[in-house]
């Protein structure tokens, strides 16, 4: 019979072993499917201090406690092993510069953890140089963001080129008790591919109150995560912590509805040398700073904000108390084909747009036309729809264009408060106005 049964007795069991087919089964080192993986220990190995540059790779284990008494300057791959605590000095930081790497090792069962040497005093930052990189899975940042080190928990300073570099991969990592943002993007840089559930919690400073503080090229990259209980549950994205010389989108995103709103000072959609398309999800809310505009460059760019009836994509004021007039509103150059404004809601615009004399309406006492939306060229069929304008300071849609009267905006889309015409009119193919052009007016 060559078969194999089990027995309570060790001498059947070993005589059973040494029939042909039954031999003994090796441990294979992991838990059994469904069995918890052990809880982290505390560590008995005598503290591990670092400081200085590492140059040659090394793995940091969970036997003993690691100490960052000096600024680490890491030019080599660092490996952090799960359950491992990683207790960083008053205001010290770790630089990953050309060729250095941290990977944290992780696992929901067992965390790695970087804490504050001193619980009264905030450490610095990871900081990402211009060819490093960090790859952080499973892993607590607490107490970060010296503001003598830039105030972010993990800052990246790389990227002057499109597409900008990917260097910080995060997997269930959370920030927490950063004395600013959690995450600062400068330069072209943004997050990798497949980065996902990152929760920053009680962050920000006065100067910085937000969890994200992001450059408009990593708008497409951010993870999903939770960005509430900080000091301003909102995502900033500015041109102060961008590239010098890539200040405008030059790569198509998706703005995520990530569950806060984005606050912006100011936003353009491509440029000469570069085309973008940025594409809003329905439910997100983006709020501009005084006198900032949203313009899409040319017709080589495109907007898509389509939302639904439930859940409008919002364009409205950064200010806490909004009023008519606080930001110029959205402008297009240039229209693609592509662009579609669809149950949007597009709120406190209509501000100063540097730009008369377009279009056959002017606001009162000069050439200004400033509006809401700004429409500088033709379009070949309606691509605002289903959309709301509100308290505007100048008109509600410029039709700022030379040619036919044909394409207009009033049908589906609604309008109040608006201090000029909900739509003008536009000139003729030879420039020339009627002698009273229309103005249409809101409630």
Not at 89 to 106: C, E, F, H, N, W
Not at 177 to 203: C, H, K, M, Q
Not at 417 to 436: F, H, I, K, N
Request: include cysteine; aromatic fraction near 6%.
């Amino acid at each position: 019979m060559n078969s194999c049964s089990r027995s309570s007795v060790l001498t059947l069991w070993v005589m059973a072993g040494a029939l042909a087919g039954c031999e003994p089964r090796e441990p294979s080192g992991q838990p059994d499917a469904g069995q918890p993986e052990p809880a982290c220990s505390t560590p008995t190995g005598a503290p591990i201090e670092h400081q200085g540059t590492i140059s040659a790779s090394e793995t940091w284990s969970a036997s003993s406690p690691h100490v960052v008494v000096g600024d680490l300057l890491v030019r080599a791959t660092v490996t952090v092993e799960p359950c491992t605590v990683v207790r960083m000095g008053p205001a010290r930081s770790i630089g990953l510069d050309s060729g250095g790497s941290l990977v944290t090792a992780g696992t929901q069962e067992r965390p790695v953890r970087f804490e504050p040497q001193d619980a009264s005093q905030p450490w610095g930052q990871f900081r990402i140089y211009a060819g490093g990189s960090a790859r952080l899975t499973w892993t607590v940042l607490s107490g970060g963001g010296n503001p003598s080190s830039a105030a972010a928990t993990v800052r990246v300073s790389a990227g002057s080129d499109l597409p900008g570099p990917r260097p910080l991969f995060v997997d269930h990592v959370t920030i927490e008790g950063s004395r600013g943002p959690g995450v600062l993007l400068n330069g072209t840089s943004g997050f990798a591919e497949g980065s996902t559930a990152l929760v920053i919690r009680d962050s920000g400073s006065t100067a910085r109150p937000e969890p994200l503080a992001i450059n408009p090229n990593a708008l497409g990259t951010l993870p999903s995560g939770t960005y509430t209980g900080n000091r301003s549950d909102t995502i900033f994205v500015s041109l102060d912590v961008a590239s010098s010389s890539v200040f405008y989108v030059g790569v198509d995103a998706t703005v995520r509805a990530l569950g806060v709103p984005y606050v912006l000072d100011g936003l353009q959609v491509g440029n000469s040398s570069a085309r973008a398309t940025v594409t809003v999800e329905p439910g997100v809310e983006l709020r501009f700073q005084p006198l900032t505009t949203l313009r899409v460059y040319d017709v080589r760019s495109a907007l898509i904000a389509v939302g639904t009836a439930s859940r409008p994509v919002v364009f409205t004021s950064a200010r806490a108390t909004p009023a008519a007039g606080d930001w110029a509103g959205i402008r297009f150059d240039g229209l693609s084909p592509d662009s579609r404004l669809e149950s949007v809601w597009v709120r406190y615009a209509g501000g100063a747009c540097q730009c008369s004399s377009f279009g056959c309406n002017y606001l009162p006492g000069s050439f200004d036309v400033s509006s809401a939306i700004l429409v500088f060229q033709q379009p070949g069929a309606p691509f605002i729809a289903n959309s709301r304008i509100e308290d505007s300071a100048g008109h509600g849609i410029l039709r700022g264009w030379d040619g036919s009267d044909a394409v207009g905006f009033l049908a589906t889309n609604s309008f109040a408060r608006v201090a000029g015409c909900t739509q003008t009119t536009p000139r003729d193919a030879e420039g020339r106005c009627p002698s009273s052009p229309p103005c249409p007016r809101s409630p």
